[in-house]
């Protein structure tokens, strides 16, 4: 049985500890934060969105990048065992729209608690890893016995690993020797729940290849003063469509929010994930504010409510139409004299409004900072990291899971999950 030493208490820490003490591990765990997996507690909007009720091969069109490095970890953990494990450890779910998986309680506290029973057989500390320990491996144990080769069709020798990893220096100078150590400190979003992007440092210790981080699922920027009017107003089942210069990426319905610096909401968060370099290209949202309706019936729908509120000025027209929060942005949008009565509008302003509210134009400028994306996406390239084990192919010994690769995925409880299958992963191929 190994020594097992899981840098990061957080879903994936935890996860991979109480794998591995059921599978006969001695596991300690370094956490630098004195209260465990706090990034728990700020998922699903403090109801923690465990994972997603889907089969593994369409959780698969969920990850936006390097889905097949999955393949093995979720065919062997899919959503299903997680459930299956989280109501073995006492927590009711139920299942929400788009197949979302919660804890009937609607409290991520109880996920918290769940995963720390889960662990509770290994040693928790109180301390972060500042440096790995590395030993150079022996020519010969690099090395693995090779089938005889053709002369003719010689094989190129892919190089192995050049260190074992024997261990980390904590942040408080002490050592801890292991058989095997697995980084799982997260990414660099909600840096005060803990995670502050020391498992890239690490990483790069052993000489990995760091995709650049950068936030994902993330409210955007935008410079248009008609959102800080509007901030505060939710829209529900609305349509909102990301271009990338002028090309569609991103189209899905449901709910949104504008801010005082842009717009937020489960839609902008899973447009967020689209976006590519900000530098090389122009982006945009536009919103359907009513997708039910096609461009005729809204035609129609407008001139209904024009003849019943014959006497009203433009903005009062608007009132069965728009939150009322709107309803002054669209009339100055519109280009309309806001006295205009509604019995005065003629066609083709009536035209123009069904094509604002079809088309509701919102320029992006840039995501929202690090500080308060969902996640992160980059982190230690999984070229690097065997697919089915989660080993290092840069030393033998060191592994990885979680958020620290660079592996993320769509909003939906496919992140968590992410988490959940790498770290069983690890522990199950010890």
């Known amino acids: 049985m190994a020594n097992v030493l899981v840098i990061g208490a957080g879903a994936a820490g935890l996860m991979a500890a109480g794998a591995a003490v059921r599978q006969g591990h001695t596991v300690t765990v370094l956490e630098h934060k004195e209260k465990p997996a706090q990034k728990i507690l700020v998922t699903g909007k403090g109801r923690c969105n465990v994972t997603n009720d889907c089969t593994a091969e369409e959780f698969l069109h969920h990850v936006r990048t390097n889905p097949r490095f999955l393949?093995?970890?979720?065919?062997?953990?899919?959503?299903?065992?997680?459930?299956?494990?989280?109501?073995?450890?006492?927590?009711?779910?139920?299942?929400?729209?788009?197949?979302?998986?919660?804890?009937?309680?609607?409290?991520?506290?109880?996920?918290?608690?769940?995963?720390?029973?889960?662990?509770?057989?290994?040693?928790?500390?109180?301390?972060?890893?500042?440096?790995?320990?590395?030993?150079?491996?022996?020519?010969?144990?690099?090395?693995?016995?090779?089938?005889?080769?053709?002369?003719?069709?010689?094989?190129?020798?892919?190089?192995?690993?050049?260190?074992?990893?024997?261990?980390?220096?904590?942040?408080?100078?002490?050592?801890?020797?292991?058989?095997?150590?697995?980084?799982?400190?997260?990414?660099?979003?909600?840096?005060?729940?803990?995670?502050?992007?020391?498992?890239?440092?690490?990483?790069?210790?052993?000489?990995?290849?760091?995709?650049?981080?950068?936030?994902?699922?993330?409210?955007?920027?935008?410079?248009?003063?008609?959102?800080?009017?509007?901030?505060?107003?939710?829209?529900?089942?609305?349509?909102?469509?990301?271009?990338?210069?002028?090309?569609?990426?991103?189209?899905?319905q449901g709910e949104m929010l504008f801010t005082h610096f842009g717009i937020s909401g489960p839609l902008t968060l899973s447009a967020s994930s689209h976006l590519g370099d900000m530098k090389k290209h122009t982006y945009k949202a536009e919103i359907d504010l009513k997708p039910a309706l096609s461009e005729e019936q809204l035609y129609d729908r407008i001139t209904r409510d024009f003849a019943l509120l014959a006497n009203h000025a433009a903005q009062g027209a608007l009132v069965k139409l728009l939150p009322s929060s709107m309803q002054p942005v669209m009339v100055a949008r519109w280009g309309i004299d806001p006295a205009t009565k509604a019995n005065q509008i003629t066609r083709e302003q009536k035209r123009e409004l069904v094509q604002l509210c079809k088309?509701?134009?919102?320029?992006?400028?840039?995501?929202?900072?690090?500080?308060?994306?969902?996640?992160?996406?980059?982190?230690?390239?999984?070229?690097?990291?065997?697919?089915?084990?989660?080993?290092?192919?840069?030393?033998?010994g060191l592994y990885f899971a979680g958020e620290v690769l660079d592996v993320d995925a769509y909003t939906g409880g496919y992140n968590l999950q992410i988490a959940f299958c790498t770290a069983q992963s690890f522990a199950n191929n010890l």
């Open 71 to 252: 393949y093995s970890s979720l065919g062997a953990f899919p959503p299903a065992k997680t459930m299956e494990l989280f109501e073995e450890l006492g927590v009711e779910l139920k299942v929400e729209r788009g197949r979302r998986v919660f804890p009937v309680s609607d409290k991520a506290e109880e996920i918290r608690q769940a995963l720390l029973r889960y662990a509770e057989e290994a040693v928790l500390i109180e301390d972060g890893a500042q440096k790995l320990l590395l030993e150079p491996l022996a020519p010969a144990e690099e090395a693995a016995p090779a089938a005889p080769e053709n002369p003719r069709h010689p094989k190129k020798k892919k190089p192995g690993p050049a260190y074992r990893c024997v261990g980390v220096r904590g942040t408080s100078g002490r050592e801890y020797k292991a058989d095997a150590v697995l980084v799982a400190t997260g990414g660099l979003s909600y840096p005060t729940t803990g995670s502050t992007g020391d498992g890239y440092k690490l990483a790069r210790q052993a000489g990995h290849t760091i995709v650049d981080p950068v936030p994902s699922l993330v409210s955007l920027v935008s410079h248009d003063p008609d959102c800080k009017k509007m901030m505060g107003l939710a829209l529900k089942n609305v349509n909102l469509t990301l271009l990338e210069d002028n090309k569609a990426i991103f189209t899905e």
């Open 359 to 396: 088309h509701w134009e919102v320029p992006i400028d840039a995501r929202g900072d690090l500080a308060h994306a969902v996640i992160t996406a980059g982190g230690v390239s999984v070229r690097e990291v065997d697919p089915k084990t989660m080993q290092s192919k840069k030393a033998q």
